[in-house]
T-cell receptor, first 117, second 113 residues
């Protein structure tokens, strides 16, 4: 079974500053992927970034980067130059194959990010 | 654009009613999922399906069942709704392969009174 831990229920960041959202995971599967999603107050789930367990380089997508430390089993999300529109819930998820051989995502409890003007 | 559509945005049902939540995707995805989202608990997987008529229990399947008769449609069934099933329900779909992101519907906020 897979497990995701997000230890920060809520965080504040000043506009234009960088912020790191923590995520640690646990899995016995040698092949897995780490995902980050954003959920604004409107409720939609927006995919942000993905990192495969065998990827050598940290993933980046615009202002988002994933700080992947495999030995520590951590996959922190870094948002650079925060904007007011970044205020949202952020979920970390791990993707791995289930016992039936199908790929499924397990999510953490989320971190609520608030950007202060 | 991928579209995952849930039949209702808001739903109010009475205790003991049989409730159907419907989800349709238009991207020919093999995998479909039902999650439940509660404050402080994140998203918890109820059931998922990796093919027509195939299903697998997630972490919290008790009190729920699912149906997938067609590839594009995945239904969540509450056999006898209870107040502790009041929650936000999210449907998602994705390709079968590893690294495949899940695409989410807009969610159904279900209130059982």
């Amino acid at each position: 079974a897979q497990k995701i831990t997000q230890t920060q229920p809520g965080m504040f960041v000043q506009e234009k500053e960088a912020v790191t959202l923590d995520c640690t995971y646990d899995t016995s599967d040698p092949s897995y992927g780490l995902f980050w999603y954003k959920q604004p107050s409107s409720g939609e789930m927006i995919f942000l970034i993905y990192q495969g367990s065998y990827d050598q380089q940290n993933a980046t997508e615009g202002r988002y980067s994933l700080n992947f430390q495999k030995a520590r089993k951590s996959a922190n999300l870094v948002i650079s130059a925060s904007q007011l529109g970044d205020s949202a819930m952020y979920f970390c998820a791990i993707g791995a194959y289930s016992g039936a051989g199908s790929y499924q995502l397990t999510f953490g409890k989320g971190t609520k990010l608030s950007v202060i003007p | 654009d991928v579209k995952v559509t849930q039949s209702s945005r808001y739903l109010v049902k009475r205790t003991g009613e049989k409730v159907f939540l419907e989800c349709v995707q238009d991207m020919d995805h093999e995998n479909m999922f039902w999650y439940r989202q509660d404050p402080g608990l994140g998203l918890r997987l109820i059931y998922f399906s990796y093919d027509v008529k195939m299903k697998e229990k997630g972490d919290i399947p008790e009190g729920y069942s699912v149906s997938r008769e067609k590839k594009e449609r995945f239904s969540l069934i509450l056999e006898s709704a209870s107040t502790n099933q009041t929650s936000m329900y999210l449907c998602a779909s994705g390709y079968r392969g590893s690294g495949s992101e899940a695409f989410f519907g807009q969610g159904t906020r279900l209130t059982v009174v």
